[in-house]
Every structure is written in structure tokens, then in C-alpha cells.
């Protein structure tokens, strides 16, 4: 199998982003399986610096192992994208033509690699690219279709209806999905029957420890309490969390406590300001001693295609609850038998107080979210899967 180019807006080994762990963990595991791999990219750093800025020198490195070459980014006209931007983000839909065409134009873009792609592509035997709505990929696919993956990461939001994707996305040869949901809904909105589409999941580093007393001895938290984990901002949806909450503590007088870990800030309604542990970003030790200490992991997010921190909190031992609208973590909730779901907050206080008052069904919940991520996204398994689906569309 000739070697596989990875394409991404940017690539860093530190830098955060879903997409961007998940396609750093999946080229390292490959490249150690023996892969003969690539990531193209662009010189800029991360999604929140200037697009217009090449952090990174044009060229050829090697990153952990790992070999990256990077183009020069196009200057771009960053106010007329985001009059239309704007737009996608309050779901202000359809977009006209001529506004798809300036999204499309005026986000990251690299003449450059495209260039590479189209001049180079009988060296590779696939180019795979994640995430999809970025000018990486949507360029990036047009100039070598017929070899063209992509990893989507769709969420059921409004950049997935525009009608640019709806002409380009069906003529790719493969595409790859993290979950069922995810798969479901791109086959609602394009027409996919030309294309090779696999489920494949995303890759979980297993090989974890946790000690819960260490997290209560260290953070001074005695009490029973609820974890989020993640980014702290409206885009995941923490306000329903916080202000259901404040509800909950309102209605019932126990001394559960909410624990959050995770960068980003929020406003605290006054009842509940001593009821609240915001720790802020936490070492990676630290954040494994929390899901272990926690009594459950709540994730409120609707926008989920995969969710890592789910799965870390069932590898150490304790189940989830997660929103109902989230077509993915739902999935995963009933899928594993490790999660309980809610769509309002009479559903949220009942699946608290059960998991409160059932300690051993809480228990063997957790230990099937661990059976769970075991069999389906260990990182031997996702290599297994991944490398068995690139040799097949080489070779047809």
C-alpha cells in the first residue's frame, strides 16, 4: 500500500481541538503499526489563531515521529467571511450563492498544497481529510477525488446543509464515520451511494490509572459531586448543566456538589457559588483521579460526534449522563448500557437521585462503560479497523 497523506487545517502536538487529538493519536498509532504515512497541512497554528498568519516555516519536519509538510496560507478577507459565518452560526439558512462561495473563498486556504495534492497524488494511495468544513478540505478533495477520504465529524448543524458540500462530498471515494448517528445523518443529507462508508470510531488511550481518594485528598472535595470535563462554553451547552443544577439544589437538600474541570470561564448563578468546584485545567493525572472520584460524568453537549471524555470517565469506572438531542452520546448511552439520558429537568434530577441512591447500579454501569470502550476503541482495535478499510479502497 503506497502511503497515506492525512490533510488538516493545522497540526501541532499540543494543540487542542477534538478533531485534531483524534487524527494525532490515529497517524501515531498507524505510523507505530508500520503505516507509511504523511500529514499536509497549512503554517498556521490552531483553529484560534490568525489564519492569515504562518506561524510554521514552510516545508518538511518530523513531530513525534510523525512527518508533517506544511504550505503557506492565502490571505484571506477574514471580515466578509464572518458577516456570513455569523450567519451559519445563528442558522440563518439558506445561504445564497454567492455567500457559500465567500465562505468557502475567505476561510483557510492553500493554494499551495491544493497544488501539492494535484501534482503529487500518484504517490499516495489515499489522502484522508478531517474536518469538513474547512478549505482544506473542501478544495483539498476536488484535486484528487477519486482518492479522496473524509473523516467528517459532522454534527447536525447548519454548515453540514450548505449546498457546496452537497455537490463535492458525494463524489468522494470513502468516508469515515465515529459513530452510527454521525453516518445516519450524512446519508439524510447527501447522496452517498457511490461512496465507501465505514463506521470505524475513534481511538482510546486504555492504559490509565486513577485513585479517587488522591483526587478528594488533594482538591479538599469530600462530598459526593457531579464532573463535567471539557471546554467551558455555551457552544457545549454548560449553561443547561449549571442552571439545572442550581434547580436541583434548589429541590433537594443534599450535599451533592458540582465539580468542573476544563479551560474557559462561566458565570455562576449566586445560590450556588459555594455548591461549585471550578478547578480550571487540571494535569491529565488529575483529571483520570477526578472521573474516578466523581459519582457520575455529565456531559450536556447536543454537538458530540464522538466525545472522548465519556469514554474516559467509563474506563475509570463511572457511568455518564449525557442530552437526549445529542444523536451520538445517546447512541453510545444505550449502546453500552454505561449512561443515562436527559431532555429536561425533571429527567435530569430523576437520573441524578438514581444514580445517587444506587451506588452498585452506578457501579456496574461503569464497569460496562470500561467493557465498552475496550472492545470497540482501543487503540489496537481502531488500528485493526482503520488499516484493514485503506488497504481495501487501494485496492479496488
Given at each position: 500500500m503506497k502511503k497515506i497523506g492525512f490533510v488538516i487545517p493545522w497540526f501541532g502536538?499540543?494543540?487542542?481541538?477534538?478533531?485534531?487529538?483524534?487524527?494525532?493519536?490515529?497517524?501515531?498509532?498507524?505510523?507505530?503499526?508500520?503505516?507509511?504515512?504523511?500529514?499536509?497541512?497549512?503554517?498556521?497554528?490552531?483553529?484560534?489563531?490568525?489564519?492569515?498568519?504562518?506561524y510554521h516555516k514552510p516545508g518538511l519536519t518530523v513531530e513525534g515521529g510523525i512527518t508533517i509538510r506544511r504550505f503557506p496560507v492565502r490571505k484571506r478577507d477574514a471580515e466578509a467571511f464572518h458577516k456570513v459565518n455569523i450567519k451559519l452560526m445563528r442558522n440563518q439558512m439558506p445561504l445564497t450563492e454567492a455567500e457559500e462561495k465567500i465562505f468557502a473563498e475567505e476561510m483557510i486556504n492553500s493554494p499551495d498544497l491544493y497544488d501539492y495534492i494535484g501534482e503529487h497524488k500518484e504517490e499516495y494511495g489515499l489522502f484522508v481529510f478531517t474536518p469538513y468544513m474547512f478549505?482544506?478540505?473542501?478544495?483539498?478533495?476536488?484535486?484528487?477525488?477519486?482518492?479522496?477520504?473524509?473523516?467528517?465529524?459532522?454534527?447536525?448543524?447548519?454548515?453540514?446543509?450548505?449546498?457546496i458540500f452537497k455537490k463535492i462530498f458525494p463524489k468522494v471515494a470513502g468516508m469515515i464515520f465515529y459513530a452510527q448517528p454521525e453516518a445516519e445523518l450524512a446519508k439524510r443529507v447527501y447522496d452517498l451511494s457511490k461512496v465507501n462508508m465505514a463506521v470505524l470510531g475513534g481511538g482510546v488511550y486504555t492504559d490509565i490509572t486513577y485513585d479517587s481518594g488522591r483526587f478528594r485528598k488533594k482538591y479538599h472535595i469530600d462530598e459526593p459531586f457531579i464532573l463535567y470535563a471539557g471546554r467551558k462554553d455555551v457552544g457545549k451547552n454548560i449553561y443547561t448543566l449549571i442552571h439545572n443544577f442550581a434547580e436541583y439544589k434548589?429541590?433537594?437538600?443534599?450535599?451533592?456538589?458540582?465539580?468542573?474541570?476544563?479551560?474557559?470561564?462561566?458565570?455562576?448563578?449566586?445560590?450556588?457559588?459555594?455548591?461549585?468546584?471550578?478547578?480550571?485545567?487540571?494535569?491529565?493525572?488529575?483529571?483520570?483521579?477526578?472521573?474516578?472520584?466523581?459519582?457520575?460524568?455529565?456531559?450536556?453537549?447536543?454537538?458530540?460526534?464522538?466525545?472522548?471524555?465519556?469514554?474516559?470517565?467509563w474506563l475509570c469506572g463511572r457511568p455518564a449522563l449525557v442530552h437526549e438531542e445529542c444523536a451520538v452520546t445517546s447512541h453510545f448511552a444505550r449502546q453500552s448500557g454505561a449512561g443515562l439520558y436527559f431532555g429536561n429537568y425533571f429527567e435530569f434530577e430523576g437520573a441524578v437521585n438514581y444514580l445517587l441512591k444506587n451506588d452498585g447500579t452506578a457501579a456496574e454501569m461503569g464497569k460496562l462503560g470500561r467493557e465498552f470502550v475496550m472492545s470497540h476503541f482501543a487503540w489496537d482495535v481502531i488500528v485493526e479497523k482503520y488499516t484493514a478499510y485503506f488497504e481495501a479502497l487501494c485496492n479496488k
Open positions: 502536538m499540543n494543540i487542542p481541538g477534538g478533531a485534531e487529538a483524534a487524527l494525532r493519536g490515529l497517524t501515531k498509532h498507524l505510523a507505530e503499526s508500520g503505516m507509511e504515512l504523511e500529514i499536509l497541512s497549512t503554517c498556521v497554528k490552531e483553529f484560534l489563531a490568525d489564519w492569515n498568519d504562518n478549505g482544506t478540505t473542501y478544495y483539498g478533495i476536488q484535486r484528487c477525488l477519486e482518492k479522496a477520504v473524509l473523516i467528517p465529524c459532522f454534527h447536525n448543524e447548519s454548515y453540514v446543509y450548505m449546498e434548589a429541590r433537594n437538600h443534599n450535599d451533592l456538589k458540582l465539580v468542573l474541570i476544563g479551560g474557559g470561564t462561566v458565570t455562576l448563578p449566586e445560590a450556588i457559588e459555594k455548591e461549585v468546584y471550578d478547578l480550571g485545567f487540571v494535569d491529565l493525572q488529575d483529571k483520570f483521579d477526578a472521573y474516578a472520584a466523581a459519582h457520575l460524568l455529565c456531559q450536556p453537549s447536543k454537538n458530540e460526534s464522538f466525545s472522548l471524555v465519556i469514554m474516559e470517565s
